[in-house]
């Protein structure tokens, strides 16, 4: 079973900053596999932010650019998105998300508000 544990989100304004966490139970063989952050505002579908690979090669929402950075700790089985500069428009929940074994996992995610 592979469980997927989001922290970090929270209240924030606009230019501001926050670091999100995604803790990866040892289900999941996880130095092999990619990682993505995904969020979803209200009335909205929800939307890629960013993934990394098991290389580290990453991409990003062309929203997101320049201003948030995903990166993997194997060691420690985490996956990060810091994300810089927030707009109002980055409200939304964040979810951390995998593929395995033709299965996608998500977390419970974590609530993101950008606002004064």
């Known amino acids: 079973q592979v469980q997927l544990v989001e922290s970090g989100g929270g209240l924030v304004q606009p230019g501001g900053s926050l670091r999100l966490s995604c803790a990866v139970s040892?289900?999941?063989?996880?130095?092999?596999?990619?990682m993505k952050w995904y969020r979803q505002a209200p009335g909205k579908e929800r939307e890629l932010v960013a993934g990394?690979?098991?290389?580290?090669?990453?991409n990003y929402a062309d929203s997101v650019k320049g201003r948030f950075t995903i990166s993997r700790d194997n060691a420690k089985r985490m996956v990060y998105l810091q994300m810089n500069s927030l707009k109002p428009e980055d409200t939304a929940v964040y979810y951390c998300?995998?593929?395995?074994?033709?299965?996608?996992?998500w977390g419970q995610g974590t609530q993101v508000t950008v606002s004064y």
């Open positions: 998300n995998t593929r395995w074994q033709n299965l996608d996992y």
């Open positions: 040892s289900g999941l063989p996880f130095r092999f596999y990619g």
């Open positions: 990394i690979t098991s290389a580290g090669n990453t």
